[in-house]
């Protein structure tokens, strides 16, 4: 039969009607078939060929899970630092950041081989390196380190083995030369911390003119004072020490003296005008810092007894505590009570010379009967103890037996320098005076430059 035949049968044709639906049927699967092959080949495409060496060659990685980073971190070491406050232990401060105690004690014993525990002060800085215990068990130290001055640190550290060994480490530190000076408008104190002194390099002023000087008539407004001094700076450029004073002048009611530091033949240092003559005396005038004189020698109505009686003494008031110096080298004659004095101190110097101390608090270190003593060591603190109505130091010069005033005696020279000594000298004072004008050229720069700024 032709198909054209077909087509001309009535549609309600019941062979019509299966015709049709046969070719519709056979033309839908031919065409999903087709599709099928196409997406198979694409896939088959897509993927690389795998074989048994490919497979040997190319490793797997695995990306590590949260749990294990967790640990890692969990167990790492850490730095705690801590700061010594007052009544802290060493041992307190290492269990308190999670230290197990036996290891602590083992640490601290090994420490305490190169620094001893009792040393450490409260504002002390200590850095602890920590690594947590397992579990319930306590950390172990890594590393302590204290810094046990500003010239020198301790450092323990742990071994492979566990055991412990400390070592001192020496912190550099730069000497430089500094300038200071300043102008009297209503003490020395005062001047001297508005220049940039500290107390320490103040101290050493005091001292070097304390020969020559009675700081409390002489010292007026519009007095000055310069000098030259070294000191320590760290690693990170801050002042930590002060050194020597290497030369320094006082200019007093217009006149000046100046003294230079110099290294004599014996091996000692002292300090020298520009003849060579030491500024050292048999005596210090005032045989105590910052005080000033609550009464003077000569006749005076007594405060408590009611009635005239002479003076034979100056007294320095100042707090209780403050360090009383010995005025001269000597050999103690006497350390304890006596009546009305209290706690009394008396030394003999050579020639005719003895001074004594009185209203003492306490005695100063190893002072006792038969004690050599150096000028400028402390021998006692003041105080208000036997006859006194507050505390202050009473302070007398024996000569030949007699008592005399302090501040009108006459006292003897100190070593002056002769031959080469005073040749070598010359030349040291020499380079003092040249270095002391470069640093002072240097200053005036910088102001200079610091004004044409503003």
Known sequence: MRLGKIFDYPRSNPLFTGVVAGVFLVVTLMAVALVHQDLGAVKMAALPEITAESELDTPMVMAPSDSAVDATLLYASYDVPLMIAPGDTLMALLTDVGADRAEAHRAITAMAEVYSPRKIKPGQDVLVTMRPGLLADGGTIQKLRIVAS?????????????????????????????????????????????????????????????????FQREIQPGDSFELMY????????????????????????????????????????????????SVRKTLLRTPIDGARISSRFGMRKHPILGYSKMHRGLDFAARTGTPVFAAGNGIVETAGRNGAYGKYVRIRHSGAYKTAYAHLSGYGPGIRKGRRVKQGQVIGYVGSTGRSTGPH?????????????????????????????????EDHRRRLVSQFAALQGDTQLAIADESEQQ
């Open 230 to 277: 070294e000191s320590f700076v760290d690693e990170n450029g801050k002042i930590v020490r002060s050194g020597d004073i290497k030369m320094a002048s006082m200019t007093l009611r217009g006149d000046k003296r100046t003294y230079y530091r110099f290294k004599g033949g014996d091996g000692f240092y002292d300090y020298y005008n520009a003849n060579g003559r």
């Open 150 to 214: 500003v010239t020198r640190d301790v450092e323990v550290r742990r071994g492979q083995d566990g055991a412990y060994v400390a070592e001192a480490i020496d912190r550099p530190l730069e000497s430089r030369t500094m300038l200071a000076s300043g102008t009297i408008r209503s003490s020395l104190y005062k001047a001297a911390l508005n220049g940039g002194l500290s107390r320490q390099v103040l101290g050493d002023l005091i001292h070097i003119f304390s020969f020559d000087v009675d």
């Open 393 to 425: 130091l009473h302070y007398e010069v024996h000569k030949n037996g007699r008592r005399v005033n302090p501040l009108s005696i006459k006292l003897p020279s100190g070593r002056h320098l002769k031959n080469k000594e005073l040749a070598a000298f």
